[in-house]
T-cell receptor, first 118, second 115 residues
Framework: GAVVSQHPSWVICKSGTSVKIECRSL??????MFWYRQFPKQSLMLMAT?????????EQGVEKDKFLINHASLTLSTLTVTSAHPEDSSFYIC??????????????FGNGTRLTVT | AQKVTQAQTEISVVEKEDVTLDCVYE???????LFWYKQPPSGELVFLIR??????QNEISGRYSWNFQKSTSSFNFTITASQVVDSAVYFC????????????FGAGTRLAVHP
């Protein structure tokens, strides 16, 4: 149980284009999802907290107009990298907290999306 | 400041050896949660354990065990009789956000277990 699916697993796009990454909770509902970014051989950095039905909360230094987050339902959050540039190339990972399990319950992570901007 | 340190960048062991991964953190909070996650080469993060700051009892789960020392702000992870399948990056990730699940990930320790 508690499976989080990300799509696509990898994507290559040209500089200046936009890319949408989907994060779905397959067998549970999630009012809160989190988006992380991970550079090669580095740690995960929290980018934003996605809340169903409301605006996302971005961490300091993360451009909200660059990384658009939409959490339209209890099972889907999307991250759109707008006007992508090579420096946006990274591994993006989402995670979700199971609705009803309470605060500090373990997060369930997707398998990540590797974005390469050429 | 709140931070987490995993001083061991990479560890290499031979199968069946025991290995301990260190995690030290800094916080002035008295209530917080500590997590360990495993990231195998495939990329997904796998939850291993959650511990709240009031529970200092050590925990064992199969070959895995955790030693929480609140006095020294450490939450170390030991794998007994390591196996090749244990090869992965292991992250210690405290949550000092008071219930908002905002994990702070350490730099990670890359464990390589050789046959």
């Amino acid at each position: 149980g508690a499976v989080v699916s990300q799509h696509p697993s990898w994507v290559i796009c040209k500089s200046g284009t936009s890319v949408k990454i989907e994060c779905r909770s397959l067998d549970f509902q999630a009012t809160t999802m989190f988006w992380y970014r991970q550079f090669p051989k580095q740690s995960l950095m929290l980018m934003a907290t996605s809340n169903e039905g409301s605006k996302a909360t971005y961490e300091q230094g993360v451009e909200k107009d660059k990384f658009l987050i939409n959490h339209a339902s209890l099972t889907l959050s999307t991250l759109t990298v707008t006007s992508a540039h090579p420096e946006d190339s990274s591994f993006y990972i989402c995670s979700a907290r199971v609705l009803g399990q309470g605060d500090n319950s373990p997060l369930h992570f997707g398998n990540g999306t590797r974005l390469t901007v050429t | 400041a709140q931070k987490v340190t995993q001083a061991q960048t990479e560890i290499s062991v031979v199968e069946k050896e025991d290995v301990t991964l260190d995690c030290v953190y800094e916080t002035r909070d008295t209530t917080y949660y500590l997590f360990w996650y495993k990231q195998p080469p495939s990329g997904e993060l796998v939850f291993l354990i959650r511990r709240n700051s009031f529970d200092e009892q050590n925990e064992i789960s199969g070959r895995y065990s955790w030693n929480f020392q609140k006095s020294t702000s450490s939450f170390n992870f030991t794998i007994t009789a390591s196996q090749v399948v244990d090869s992965a990056v292991y992250f210690c990730a405290p949550d000092f956000s008071g219930g908002y699940n905002k994990l702070i990930f350490g730099a990670g320790t890359r464990l390589a277990v050789h046959p």
